[in-house]
């Protein structure tokens, strides 16, 4: 069975810092990966997904299938990237079944 | 386009009682997949409908079943109420296409407790 874990609840960064949300999934196959985010009142929505190897909102992810690794990245934090980020991983093609993991709450300190 | 949208918001029962929760899809999708979650956790893949048929389940029991209808809305029926089943449901609509990019949207969910 997959499964996705993110290490860190909660993550506190300064405005203007580097910020890496971790990721790392368990499945022997071939998965396909996304980043979700949820801020304040708001509904969960996509933020981004390794297979269109894009940068959103200064956001970037790589896929490392030898660390099992889809970490979140960006070079400088911005106060309105303060939400809850939810790593997922889907294995049955498209969106399907998707399993998320707990998430990780990033704080942006101004 | 008011996106997904799922009714109640709020629903408050007690053990052993059944209750069904209602989500309309984004207009043009034609799945909706519902999810369960629970405070401090990422959402748990409940099962999807498309074409009126579950095409998926995760690993809940029987009495989480569902339906969806002919205009694609759909409903979340659990019975026999469990503690354990408090938490938000959150449903999130896509389209069966056949692009890489059929990217699911979530509704604002339900918020269920049970006494």
């Known amino acids: 069975a997959q499964r996705v874990t993110q290490p860190e609840k909660l993550l506190s960064v300064f405005k203007g810092a580097p910020v890496e949300l971790k990721c790392n999934y368990s499945y022997s196959g071939s998965p396909e990966l996304f980043w979700y985010v949820q801020y304040s009142r708001q509904r969960l929505q996509l933020l981004l997904r390794?297979?269109s190897r894009e940068s959103i909102k200064g956001f970037t992810a790589d896929l490392n299938k030898g660390e099992t690794s889809f970490h979140l990245k960006k070079p400088f934090a911005q106060e309105e990237d303060s939400a809850m980020y939810y790593c997922a991983l889907s294995v049955s093609g498209g969106y399907q079944k998707v399993t998320f993991g707990t998430g990780t709450k990033l704080q942006v300190i101004p | 386009d008011a996106g997904v949208t799922q009714s109640p918001t709020h629903l408050i029962k007690t053990r052993g009682q059944q209750v069904t929760l209602r989500c309309s899809p984004k207009s043009g999708h034609d799945t909706v997949s519902w999810y369960q979650q629970a405070l401090g956790q990422g959402p748990q893949f409940i099962f999807q409908?498309?074409?009126?048929?579950?095409?998926q389940r995760g690993n809940f029991p029987d009495r989480f079943s569902g339906h969806q209808f002919p205009n694609y809305s759909s409903e979340l029926n659990v019975n026999a109420l469990l503690l354990g089943d408090s938490a938000l449901y959150l449903c999130?609509?896509?389209?069966?296409?056949?692009?890489?990019?059929?990217?699911?949207?979530f509704g604002p969910g339900t918020r269920l407790t049970v006494l």
């Open positions: 390794h297979i």
């Open positions: 999130a609509s896509s389209w069966t296409g056949t692009g890489p990019y059929n990217e699911q949207f």
């Open positions: 409908y498309y074409e009126e048929e579950e095409r």
